[in-house]
């Protein structure tokens, strides 16, 4: 059998990384064909002298140079490429197969729209596109007959509860609602006013899972876990009255789908991301992902919540957005963006990243998402106010 082609974009992040250990343990039926990162020359040199791709992207000019003469230098045929352009030919090129779309935040929208363009398997793990441009991107892979499948754990399980013709409608099956679970995070149980003194180490700090700093500031705040409810409506065209987030400590079982009958179909397993990209990779089939199997005399139980609105505001805008629709989404992620980063960089408390988000929104009306013009104007008046907001603070 030839090997599938991949493409990864964001191959130095965690889920890039998961993806290779996976692709590591299979390497008779995948071949990585491009890998594009950011700016960490060194772990995607060490990842082409593994991998070999054929491609290698980076966002500059300055570090594809650096990476060419290395890559030159070992003797790799790889060609190094920079900037978004080359990510969107490396995503939609022939000989892919499947593209991970594992890219951090705005920067993987463009990249992965042009995957789904291209008609390609598509593994989505970066929920920023569903959130700046659903109705586009989902419009883009019906028209060109791409495969979605989630990779984050919690729209992989469900995707694993619903029945296979889940596409014809959540009604039309039997599903009456859809149980995403959510860790709670660091400070599940951290008063307010502690709240508004925690550090980024301390909010970095996920109790179960080891992500990169943004996405552990989200979880903490459970910005993530309203980006997954937008991406759940859009992934299963599910309404927002039918997304209930249930806060489940032990991150144990993944998310669940209550149905009309009284059953509520789970998918349950270690906190580890190989599952769900191993998974998303081999499905319909399942292949080896390194992942211990889930001890259930050891986890010995299982404890479910409600999320507290008032403590984490982040998750109740994400509904307010989902609900005003239109470029409302875009609008919320570029300002929880900018604010995420001013809060890792000590400009900015843990509690006003939720401040800023609502003032955000407060200042900026929802325009229909139209075209990709129209998301990427949002995003960026988004940014400049956000910006602005952060700077009147100091």
């Known amino acids: 059998m030839k090997p599938q082609q991949i493409t990864i974009l964001g191959s130095t992040g965690s889920i890039g990384g998961s ?10 039926r995948y071949q990585v064909f491009a890998l594009c990162a950011q700016r ?13 791709p054929r491609f290698a992207v980076l966002a500059s000019a300055e570090g594809a140079a650096e990476l060419a003469l290395r890559c030159r230098a070992a003797g790799l045929k790889t ?57 586009l991107f989902m419009r883009a892979v019906r028209q060109h007959g791409a495969t979605l ?6 729209h992989n399980a469900i995707f694993q509860a619903l029945p296979a013709d889940f596409s014809a409608g959540l009604p039309a099956c039997g599903v009456e609602k859809i149980l995403l679970t959510a860790s709670g995070g660091p400070f599940r149980e951290t008063s307010l006013s502690t709240l508004a003194s925690v550090t980024p180490e301390q909010a970095c700090a996920h109790p179960n899972w080891v992500m990169g700093r943004k996405i552990s500031v989200d979880s903490a705040t459970l910005m993530n876990k309203g980006l997954e409810v937008i991406e759940a409506h859009w992934l299963f065209a599910a309404p ?34 190989r599952t769900p990209i191993a998974y998303a990779l081999a499905w ?10 889930l001890d259930l005399f050891k986890v010995g139980r299982l404890d479910f919540y409600p999320p507290d609105l008032a403590r984490f505001r982040c998750l109740q805008l994400a ?6 629709g239109g470029t409302a989404p875009a609008i919320l992620n570029a300002a929880n963006e900018v604010a995420v980063a001013a809060f890792l960089e000590n400009r900015l408390g843990f509690l006003d990243i939720a401040r800023i ?38």
């Open 240 to 273: 927002p009255a039918m997304i209930e987030v249930v806060v489940h400590p032990q991150s144990v079982i993944h998310s669940a789908v209550q149905y009309v009958d009284g059953s509520v179909l789970a998918q349950l397993g270690n906190p580890d991301m």
């Open 319 to 324: 509904y307010d957005v989902l609900r005003a």
């Open 149 to 154: 499948l989630p990779v984050d754990s919690e």
């Open 284 to 293: 319909p089939e399942r292949i080896a992902a390194g992942v211990a199997a």
């Open 40 to 52: 960490q020359i060194d772990k995607l040199f060490a990842q082409c002298l593994e991998f070999t």
């Open 357 to 394: 988000n609502e003032s955000v929104l407060q200042r900026l009306p929802a325009g229909p998402e139209g075209s990709l013009d129209d998301v990427r104007a949002a995003d960026a008046e988004a940014r400049r106010v956000a910006n602005a907001l952060i700077e009147q603070r100091r």
């Open 19 to 28: 993806t290779l250990d996976v692709i590591r343990r299979h390497p008779g």
């Open 79 to 135: 060609e190094v490429l920079h900037g978004a352009a080359a990510q969107n030919t490396v995503a939609a090129a022939p000989e892919v197969d499947a593209v991970m779309a594992a890219i951090v935040g705005a920067a993987g929208l463009e990249p992965t729209l042009a995957a789904a363009q291209a008609g390609k398997r598509v593994l989505l793990a970066n929920k920023e596109v569903l959130v700046m441009a659903g109705e």
